[in-house]
């Protein structure tokens, strides 16, 4: 798993999890910077790709968001789908479950 330098990074590719088909969809959500992930909600940059796109986009897509929001504000580099249960869990409390 990639760990780069929070500092320093400078391209969407380079972020833990993210290759030129997550960082294409990022982009089309105006995010062009992983700084620009800092203070973002990744439910709302999920939905707001669903948008954009008319498609409801994989739900593995909110899980990756989700590491990538956590990473650039300072938590560890950890797989995407080490965020699944924690996304599923916030989606019950969401729908008062």
């Given at each position: 798993m990639k760990s780069p330098d929070r500092q320093t990074i400078s391209t969407l590719e380079s972020l833990p999890n993210v290759g030129k088909a997550i960082a294409a969809n990022l982009r089309l959500i105006n995010i062009c910077h992983p700084r620009d992930l800092i203070g973002k909600d990744p439910v709302k940059?999920?939905?707001?790709?669903?948008?954009?796109?008319?498609?409801?986009?994989?739900?593995?897509?909110?899980?990756?968001?989700?590491?990538?929001?956590?990473?650039?504000?300072?938590?560890?580099?950890?797989?995407?789908?080490?965020?699944?249960?924690?996304?599923k869990s916030e989606a019950k409390k969401r729908a008062g479950i």
């Open positions: 940059l999920h939905q707001q790709l669903c948008q954009i796109t008319g498609k409801k986009i994989d739900p593995c897509v909110l899980d990756t968001f989700m590491s990538i929001v956590y990473f650039m504000e300072g938590g560890e580099a950890r797989p995407w789908w080490s965020f699944t249960d924690e996304r």
